[in-house]
């Protein structure tokens, strides 16, 4: 790596200023370090590093049992634990060829809807916050409280739940707590809407996030976005509908997708995300099926040798997991994630060239990275 | 009485800090010493009777023209004092010979003035106006008004050519 | 010797204390108005409902270590804070909270003092509020703050250029650039010049958000992108003084617009007779309800809007702010003439 | 490569996975067809497994088969999800599984593609095919040493710069480095240096 | 003793004269323009002690003209550092001879 030198009066200078942002900064959202390379307050180039919060998941997972991982899953995208347990319990469910009982695909269903709403709402008060808006921050997290509220009362924990088991669900859906799951769509619904009466039309807002970062769709599939930034670049891509996991073959919900691709698209996108969210939220809970909430598991977990790769929909974009069991042990023999926030992170560097230091903290905030799921 | 104490401290506190602002090695600490000196001579001119003139000195000088020095300081910050390079075709003592020679000389005008008879005080043409403001505004757009018109084009002239200067490429 | 010196000095004790005063109540009224528009308490725990906030504030950043970096410029680094706050309080010596009051048997003006001037002392020391951001700056030794202060610094003089444009056809309207007489002439011309000046109002007003750092255009301190801005560096009582600068200022602004455009100290429709009732309310009182509406804006502004990119907010200060100044002032001109 | 060696000793460590050939009754699809027409041997083995395809191709035709198969109007493989690594030390082809995940979202398929490399071979680099492969093949390199020649950045990306060895092998102990740095911190220096040293000249 | 006018002349000869030796010995660029403004200072001293001398405002309007110059000088002179410090990283006024072959 260069090393940074710096040069003070860059403003009228030939040189150019190399600016350290991070790892701690109020706005790289954890421990993202990026080093900027100005023109005066243009970014000329810059380098992302990361790492800060490597803790070696894939290589601890390798040593831990098939059940224990699923509490490691948990610390990747703490935003949306629930999500990455789906996803690991269902890769191994696919490793055994398991039948998960109908009811239990549809409390995953709920689970990782609502854990979309709230790491939604945690992406709009950053990202706002991020731009200087600082009420929406607090707006959000209030309705980012009651999803929370109701993991406490489903798992017993707010942030890392543990809440899947391989072949279905450890505890069944407390008695009443659709209701306040149904209670809580009807709140969200109009909390949205107060989003976007101090966003959507904000002059300010526009003018900030309008035409920034822009990338179109055929770049956007080549650099590996996925999940909203690829989608506010207009290409419908959602794992959800195109290979259905859980219960998505039986809702029914659209895919938004934005026109331009740049910084305004995917947060219009994120924001219909919401509403679809809630559908989804509903049609489950309304129709949620009477039955076992675990399937056919046998006593001791050990998939039959192979390899198998298994994607989902997290609110980040695609989350696969790629497992190799020997058959013989009992802990994978490869556990690798392919973590949605790594791959958006690295358009990063495409997205911010020529745009200004204040648009480099509004792109970070737009891709949605969790530091916990970059480094795993 | 309080005026002459007033005098004599605001004339220290000038002299002071424009030796200050020649003598410190620092180019930002001089700037400073330099929006002191200023805020000083302001003072003198209210001392003299002139508020506009000390408020307009305040505003331009110190809220603009030096905010600039400082701005061109920061911008061309040096690693290398100038300083620090020694040529030998300077002569460091016929400076201050030089400006020996030229205090002897306004020292000796002034008191050979102040020895001449006092000059009675010329009332200044009949204003209809009173008030220093009004009456510099009043002087400002009657009999100087060709110079104050020429004035405003120097700056527009300077403005235009100082971003000539500073911009990189046009 | 009690009207020409402990008269004015016990007003000017009285003054700077009250501004302190309401500088540090500022900050909890801003925690709690802001608090309040998201839907939270804000600080609640000393005191009841929090009040007592400011003084632990106080004594806690007068007990934390004061950290100067090595490498900064050690007697800049020392100044820059208090550069920054003198001007703000030094302005006060010519805002007129009130006209002459019989006090204790006394004639009593309600001002420190009322220069012919006034309006010009207080653009011009306003104008060298901007060195202490701009030292703050260079002298932590730090890119950040050297960002920030080059921010600053091209920012307040950008929007003083435009402000300084509105308070001319302030000027022009009531013929004087003392404070008294302004609001004199609100008085006297039956209007406030708020109703008169619509536009000068608002730029002044937009201007003021942007010669006060605040949002949205509070980019030198903008802490997602530079993380402190110019007082990064800064710790204890000389960050305390860089933030309650902030706030002094914020009230020299609203003071100075409710003196220009709101008719200072008058009651409203002082000329209509039948609200005369109404006079029973001391004029200091109407200065402050009137300065604490806009206080109260400041406040709001801040907790609905976003942050404006640099490139925007000099778009804005120069290619929308001083021509429309300019526009109005040429205007306020020709009508002057006109009607005269 | 279906069945292990016989030459492996006892039951130590595994040696790959089954990766099992379609049965019969699975067609499998037509883009595979046009690959091995279109790249001669660039697939030694065609996998299916749990509804999954895995072509297996040699190191030195990878860049060729990545590129048919993003192009090709049948294939269409634009989006790369993933590229990994597994460790097989004991294995006699070579020891690290590289792993491609593709996906297409014109066609709405999946497809893995798994080169079978040795300790010290090189494997060209997809990141001029799939940009996405950038920071991916960064972390297989730092992760297990897997050389990638033509990547634009070839630097760590998860541990720091300086570090020792490639944490994901098998072979590397799950406490660390060793205690070099803290027993014997000069030792520790000295290695530190001549490596720097190395990478000058 | 009364403040004279003669006080003022005396205090801007030795204002002007600090500012004649920050011209003549300083090599600092940047300081030997602040010294011009020092010497334009002491211009205005001299021009507004004679204004309440003669009790007209004649002089003070000639101050102004005098900040009008010394804004456009610094402005002009300014630039030009820059655009000098941007080619040949100096403020040096001895190195400042690009002229002299």
């Keep these: ?376 | ?170 | ?340 | 490569m279906a069945d292990a060696p016989a030459h492996v000793p006892k039951a130590a460590a595994p040696t790959g996975p089954p990766d099992p050939p379609p049965p019969a009754d699975v067609t499998a699809p037509a883009f595979i067809a046009t690959l091995h027409a279109a790249v001669p041997g660039g697939v030694t083995h065609v996998s299916y497994w749990l509804g999954d395809w895995t072509l297996v191709v040699p190191a030195a035709l990878i860049l060729q088969v990545a590129q048919h198969l993003r192009d090709a109007a049948d294939a269409a493989f634009d989006f790369c999800s993933d590229v990994t690594a597994t460790d097989w030390p004991p294995r006699a082809e070579g020891r690290f599984d590289v792993v491609y995940c593709l996906y297409s979202t014109r066609h709405r398929h999946r497809v893995r593609l798994k080169v079978i490399l040795g300790e010290q071979q090189p494997l060209a680099s997809v990141t001029g095919v799939w940009p996405a492969a950038g920071w991916l093949e960064r972390e297989v390199y730092d992760m297990f040493g897997v050389g990638f020649t033509g990547h634009p950045d070839r630097r760590r990306i998860l541990m720091p710069e300086d570090w020792q060895g490639h944490p994901q092998r098998k072979d590397y102990p799950l406490e660390g480095p060793g205690e070099l740095l803290l027993e014997n911190p000069i030792e520790w220096l000295k290695l530190r240096q001549s490596r720097e040293q190395a990478d000058i000249e | ?101």
């Design chain 1, 1 to 376: 790596m260069d090393t940074p030198v710096i040069h003070h009066g860059a403003m009228f200078d030939t040189n150019e200023l190399v600016l350290n942002m991070g790892p701690q900064h109020p706005s790289t959202h954890g421990v993202l370090r990026v080093v900027l390379r100005l023109d005066g307050e243009k970014v000329v180039d810059a380098d992302v590093v990361i790492g800060y919060l490597h803790r070696g998941i894939e290589k601890l997972s390798e040593n831990r049992n098939w059940t224990q991982i699923i509490l490691l899953t948990d610390r990747m995208d703490y935003v949306a634990a629930a999500t990455n347990n789906v996803g690991y319990c269902e890769t191994v469910e696919k490793l055994m060829s398991l039948e998960v009982p109908r009811r239990a695909r549809y409390v995953r269903t709920i689970l990782c809807e609502l854990q979309r709403i709230a790491s939604h709402c945690l992406w709009v008060g950053t990202h706002a916050m991020d731009i200087g808006a600082m009420t929406v921050f607090l707006y959000a997290f209030r309705e980012r409280e009651l999803i929370l509220d109701l993991f406490e009362e489903m798992c017993g924990a707010r942030l890392t739940y543990n809440s899947m088991r391989i072949g279905g669900l450890p505890l069944d859906i407390p008695p009443g707590w659709d209701k306040k799951v149904l209670e809580f769509c009807t709140i969200m619904a109009t909390k949205i809407d107060e989003y976007e009466e101090l966003l959507t039309h904000n002059r300010i807002w526009l003018e900030r996030t309008k035409g920034i970062g822009v990338i179109d769709g055929p770049a956007a599939v080549a650099l590996g976005l996925s999940g909203p930034p690829l989608r506010g670049s207009g290409v419908p891509r959602d794992v959800r509908k195109d290979e259905p996991y859980a219960a998505y073959d039986e809702m029914e919900f659209d895919v938004p997708i934005g026109t331009a691709g740049d910084t305004y698209d995917r947060y219009l996108v994120r924001l219909e995300e919401f509403r679809q969210s809630l559908r989804v939220i509903r049609q489950a809970t309304e129709g949620i099926p009477e039955g076992p909430i675990v399937g056919k598991v046998p006593r001791l977990i050990k998939p039959p040798a192979g390899e198998t790769y298994h994607a989902i929909e997290s609110p980040k974009g695609e989350l696969g997991y790629f497992i190799v069991s020997d058959g013989k042990s009992t802990n994978p023999y490869r556990f690798r994630v392919r973590p949605p926030s790594f791959c958006n992170l690295q358009g990063l560097r495409t997205l911010i060239k020529g745009h200004l230091v204040a648009d480099v903290v509004a792109l970070i905030g737009s891709l949605d990275v969790v530091l916990g799921e970059v480094d795993r």
């Design chain 2, 1 to 170: 009485m309080a005026q002459a104490i007033a005098f004599y401290f605001i004339a220290a506190c000038i002299l002071g800090f424009a030796v200050l602002v020649v003598s410190t090695k620092d180019t930002v600490h001089s700037v400073l010493f330099l929006v002191m000196d200023f805020l000083f001579v302001a003072a003198l001119y209210v001392l003299l009777g002139a508020e506009f003139l000390a408020a307009i000195q305040v505003l331009v000088y110190a809220g603009g023209i030096v905010v600039l020095y400082l701005f061109v300081v920061m911008l061309v910050n040096l690693k290398r004092p100038p300083e620090a390079h020694s040529d030998p075709h300077r002569r460091t003592m016929l400076g201050f010979l030089l400006a020996a020679a030229v205090l002897v000389e306004v020292g000796a005008i002034a008191v050979y003035g102040h020895s001449q008879p006092a000059m009675v005080p010329v009332p200044g043409a009949a204003m209809p106006v009173t008030g220093n403001t009004a009456q510099i505004g009043w002087l400002l757009y009657t009999s100087y008004l060709i110079p104050f018109e020429i004035a405003s084009m120097l700056l527009l002239v300077a403005m235009i050519g100082a971003i000539v200067l500073a911009k990189r490429e046009l």
């Design chain 5, 1 to 101: 003793m009364p403040i004279t006018t003669t006080h003022y002349i005396l205090l801007s000869a030795a204002l002007f004269t600090i500012g004649v030796v920050g011209v003549m010995v300083r090599r600092n660029i940047i300081i030997i323009f602040m010294s011009i403004e020092l010497i334009l200072n002491a211009v205005n001293i001299n021009l507004i002690a004679f204004s309440q001398q003669l009790q007209n405002g004649i002089g003070q309007v000639f101050a102004i003209f005098v900040i009008a110059v010394a804004a456009a000088e610094a402005a002009v002179g300014l630039g030009i550092i820059l655009a000098f410090y941007r080619n040949k990283e100096t403020v040096n006024i001895d190195e400042m001879n690009v002229m002299r072959s």
């Design chain 3, 1 to 340: 010797m009690i009207d020409t010196l402990v008269i004015p000095l016990l007003k000017i004790v009285i003054v700077l204390n009250a501004t302190l005063v309401s500088v540090t109540y500022m900050v909890l009224l801003e925690r709690k108005v802001i608090a309040w528009a998201q839907s939270r308490l804000g600080p609640m725990r000393v005191g009841p409902y929090g009040i007592l906030q400011p003084v632990a504030d106080a004594v806690k950043l007068m007990i934390k270590e004061d950290i100067t970096p090595v490498r900064a410029d050690r007697w800049v680094f020392t100044i820059a804070p208090i550069i920054s706050m003198v001007p703000a309080l030094i302005v006060y010596a010519v805002i007129p909270f009130g006209p002459e009051v019989k006090l204790f048997g006394r004639q009593v003006t309600l001002y420190i003092t009322d220069i012919n001037v006034g309006l010009l002392y207080i653009v011009s020391v306003a104008s060298v509020g901007v060195y202490g951001i701009i030292l703050a700056g260079y002298a932590s030794n730090s890119k950040y703050p050297l960002l920030a202060s080059l921010r600053a610094s091209a920012q307040l003089i950008s929007y003083e250029v435009a402000v300084t444009l509105t308070l001319v056809s302030v000027i022009m309207m009531a013929g004087s650039l003392s404070m008294v007489s302004i609001v004199r002439a609100q008085q006297s011309s039956h209007m406030w010049y708020a109703f008169v000046q619509p536009l000068a109002f608002l730029i002044f007003f937009i201007g003021g958000l942007a010669e006060t750092n605040r949002a949205p255009f509070d980019l030198p301190e903008a802490e997602q992108e530079l993380t402190g801005g110019f007082h990064t560096e800064y710790s204890g009582m000389r960050f305390a003084l860089f933030f309650l600068a902030e706030y002094a200022n914020m009230i020299v602004v609203s003071s100075v617009a409710t003196t220009l455009f709101l008719g200072g100290w008058l009651r409203p429709f002082p000329n209509v007779a039948f609200l005369s009732f109404l006079d029973f309310i001391p004029s200091w009182t109407w200065f402050l309800v009137k300065s604490f509406v806009f206080l109260y804006i400041f406040i709001w502004v801040r907790a609905t809007l976003p942050r404006y990119r640099y490139d925007q907010l000099m778009r804005l200060g120069w290619k929308v702010l001083i021509p429309l100044a300019i526009a109005n002032l040429v205007v306020t001109g020709i009508i002057k003439v006109m009607l005269l």
